[in-house]
Nanobody, 114 residues
Framework: QVPLVESGGGLVQAGGSLTLSCAAT????????MGWYRQAPGKLRELVAS???????NYADSVQGRFTISKNNAKNMVYLQMNSLKPEDTAVYYC????????WGQGTLVTVSS
């Protein structure tokens, strides 16, 4: 029973698009704020997008206007649609609860080529 499993990463060219998925266990999306985080080699993990249990969203300045976080409570899924990707978006992407976090999983690797 892994609580959160990320998928959808891959290799894309700059300017391209990619959608990440996070499968959550149970009905946690009804009760918890969720976030997408990323970590590039040698850098700190950073929050790039979040969505509250009520559906309110927030974005890091670096991705605002390009990324969209969404969720489907009934399907226990959180999504991150990434458009206009840049090489600096290259990182391992993770999903987790904003509060009371689970242990970090393996994430999914997004590589954006020039």
């Amino acid at each position: 029973q892994v609580p959160l499993v990320e998928s959808g990463g891959g290799l894309v060219q700059a300017g391209g698009s990619l959608t990440l998925s996070c499968a959550a266990t149970g009905s946690i999306l009804y009760w918890n704020d969720m976030g997408w985080y990323r970590q590039a080699p040698g850098k700190l993990r950073e929050l790039v997008a979040s969505i509250t249990s009520g559906g309110r969203t927030n974005y890091a300045d670096s991705v605002q206007g390009r990324f969209t976080i969404s969720k489907n409570n009934a399907k226990n899924m959180v999504y991150l649609q990434m458009n206009s990707l840049k090489p600096e978006d290259t990182a391992v992407y993770y999903c987790n609860q904003v509060f009371s976090k689970f242990p970090w999983g393996q994430g999914t690797l997004v590589t954006v080529s020039s």
